[in-house]
């Protein structure tokens, strides 16, 4: 993963950012409508989440389905 491409995550995901999920491809994918909150982007790019009931799964941009939170509103 290109330095450019995590950093451009880490401006659109920073830490403390509440998601709310809308698919997830992994068999073991936390539920759908599931929020949760960025914990960090890591080296691969993958955003490393903690999700609302205890999950720590990661999501993966283009391949995972995800809205952001913004106040009470979800924003894509």
Same mark, same amino acid.
């Given at each position: 993963?290109?330095? %450019?491409?995590?950093?451009?995550?880490?401006?659109?995901?920073? /830490?403390?950012? *509440? $998601?709310?999920?809308?698919?997830?491809?992994?068999?073991?994918?936390?539920? %759908?409508?599931?929020?949760?909150?960025?914990?960090?982007?890591d /080296?691969?790019? *993958? $955003?490393?989440?903690?999700?609302?009931?205890?999950?720590?799964?990661?999501?993966?941009?283009?391949?995972?389905s995800?809205?952001?939170?913004?106040?009470?509103?979800?924003?894509?």
């Amino acid at each position: 993963m290109s330095n %450019k491409y995590v950093d451009d995550l880490i401006k659109r995901y920073p /830490e403390g950012t *509440r $998601i709310k999920l809308n698919y997830m491809v992994s068999r073991q994918s936390v539920p %759908k409508g599931t929020c949760g909150t960025v914990q960090y982007i890591d /080296e691969q790019g *993958r $955003i490393r989440m903690d999700w609302d009931n205890g999950q720590t799964l990661a999501l993966i941009e283009g391949l995972d389905s995800f809205e952001i939170i913004k106040g009470n509103k979800f924003e894509r």
